[in-house]
C-alpha cells in the first residue's frame, strides 16, 4: 500500500526507482570514467555493482531514521509496536533494491558477466547485507525522536563512508598497509564480495562476512530491545 503510494506521488511511478540509480551512475562515470580517466576494466560494471549495492544500504537508513517521527500521530492515538514502522521503511526499500538488482544482474549478463557457480554465494551476502541495514535503521529510528539531531550526523556520516567504500575506484589501488583498515567498514567488504562474485567468478572472504553477520544480528537484537524498553517513552517525546 505505502509502495503504491509513493509512486502515485510522481509522473513516472515505479520507474522512478530505476532511474535514481542509471543516473548517478551515469554522472559518476563521466565524472571519474571519463573526465578524471579513472576507469578499471569493465568500469561500467564495476561502477554499477557498487552503486546499486550502495543505494540499498543509503536509503533504506535514509528513509527509515525518521520512521517513528513521522508517524507521531498515529502513536499518540493508538499503542503499537514503534518497530513496525521502521520495518516496513526497510521492506519498501527491499522491494525497490529487488527491481533494481534484477536489472543489474541484466546488464552483467548481457555484457559478458554470465552465471557462475560463485552465485550461490548471494543470498548469503544479501542475507548479511539485509541484517546490517536492519540494526543500523532499527537503531538510528529509535534515537531520533529523542534526539532530532542525529539525522543529520548520520547524514554526514552516510556521505563519508559513501566515499570510503570504494564504490568508484579500485580497492587493490590503496597501500597495502591501509588496506586491513579499510575492509573494517562493513560496507566496503560487501561491495567487493559482490564484485568478487559477479564480476570475478570468484569466492569473498568468509571469515571477514562472518564477523559482520555476528555483529549486525546483535545489532538487530540490541536495536529491538531498545525499542521496546523505550516504548512507553515516545509518546511522551513525540507530543506536540
Known amino acids: 500500500m505505502n509502495l503504491k503510494s509513493e509512486a502515485s506521488r510522481t509522473y513516472l511511478s515505479f520507474l522512478w526507482w530505476i532511474l535514481e540509480p542509471v543516473m548517478t551512475m551515469s554522472v559518476f562515470y563521466v565524472v571519474f570514467g571519463v573526465l578524471l580517466n579513472r576507469r578499471t576494466d569493465d568500469f561500467i560494471a564495476f561502477l554499477l555493482v557498487g552503486l546499486v549495492i550502495w543505494q540499498w544500504f543509503s536509503n533504506t537508513i535514509s528513509h527509515g531514521m525518521s520512521a517513528i ?35 543489474l544482474l541484466g546488464f552483467l549478463w548481457l555484457f559478458g558477466f554470465p552465471v557462475n557457480p560463485q552465485y550461490l554465494a548471494l543470498p548469503a551476502l544479501l542475507g548479511i547485507q539485509f541484517m546490517l541495514i536492519c540494526a543500523i ?7 531520533v525522536p529523542f534526539f532530532p539531531d542525529v539525522k543529520f550526523l548520520v547524514t554526514v556520516l552516510l556521505q563519508l563512508t559513501f566515499f570510503l567504500s570504494g564504490i568508484f575506484y579500485d580497492p587493490s589501488s590503496i597501500p597495502i598497509e591501509y588496506q586491513p583498515y579499510f575492509f573494517m567498514n562493513p560496507m566496503a567488504l560487501l561491495i567487493e564480495s559482490y564484485r568478487l562474485v559477479l564480476l570475478e567468478a570468484q569466492s569473498p572472504d568468509w571469515a571477514r562476512l ?10 538487530v537484537l540490541v536495536s529491538l530491545g531498545l525499542l521496546k524498553k523505550l516504548h512507553y ?8
Open 69 to 103: 517521527q513521522h508517524n507521531s500521530r498515529l502513536i499518540l492515538s493508538v499503542d503499537i509496536p514503534k518497530e513496525i514502522f521502521p520495518v516496513i521503511e526497510i521492506l519498501m526499500d527491499v522491494v525497490k533494491f529487488g527491481l533494481v538488482l534484477i536489472l
Open 233 to 240: 517513552a515516545y509518546p511522551r517525546v513525540l507530543q506536540p
Open 210 to 219: 562472518a564477523i559482520v553477520a555476528g555483529a549486525s544480528f546483535f545489532g
Open 137 to 143: 535503521t532499527l537503531l538510528i529510528a529509535a534515537t
